[in-house]
């Protein structure tokens, strides 16, 4: 079964037919060629499919497409602004916290919303937040300094 749904991508409004059935990380990568969104575990479990709806990180790969009606949606694409690097993603390059890259999409989108809050957050906090994502290179420690470095700036 087919609905049309209407959003906004990076600022960009989309207007599309959708199968019910179809995650929203189908729709962005397959279907609109948001490459940035990454698939992993399929099960909302590693974060790489991390986008932002409406300021809030979500794993796009258990959220429906059709739940995307009316949103607004920010994936790592839309984080740059005129070619210049957001303080989180320069965070990142500083502290050396990027690897393979395959997960920093996700954690770019979350620290973006933890900076964005525009709240004060421990160490702890800082990891309880990033907890939903999942990295095989790092080791975290320069991932969890990135965002730090992003909250103080």
């Known amino acids: 079964m087919l609905k ?8 960009k409004q989309e207007t599309l037919e959708v199968d019910v059935r179809e995650s929203l990380l189908e729709v962005l990568r397959n279907r609109l060629g948001y490459t940035g969104v990454k698939k992993g575990c399929g099960v909302g479990e590693c ?12 794993d796009s790969c258990i959220y429906l ?3 995307a009606q009316g949103k607004n949606i920010v994936t790592i694409e839309g984080i740059a602004k005129n070619g210049e690097l957001s303080k989180v993603q320069k965070a990142f390059i500083e502290e050396g ?3 393979c890259g395959f997960c920093t999409p996700g954690y770019i989108l979350t620290a973006t919303a933890l900076v964005e809050s525009g709240k004060k957050y421990t160490r702890e906090e800082i990891k309880r937040e990033l907890s939903g994502h999942l990295c095989r290179c790092t080791g975290y420690q320069n ?3 990135a965002v730090e470095k992003a909250l103080a700036d």
Do not use: E, H
Not at 47 to 58: N, R, W, Y
């Open 143 to 145: 991932i969890i300094k």
């Open 4 to 11: 049309k749904i209407s959003f906004v991508v990076n600022g």
């Open 47 to 58: 974060g790489a499919c991390t986008v932002l709806i409406d300021g809030i990180p979500i």
């Open 97 to 99: 916290a990027i690897q």
């Open 65 to 67: 497409a059709v739940w």
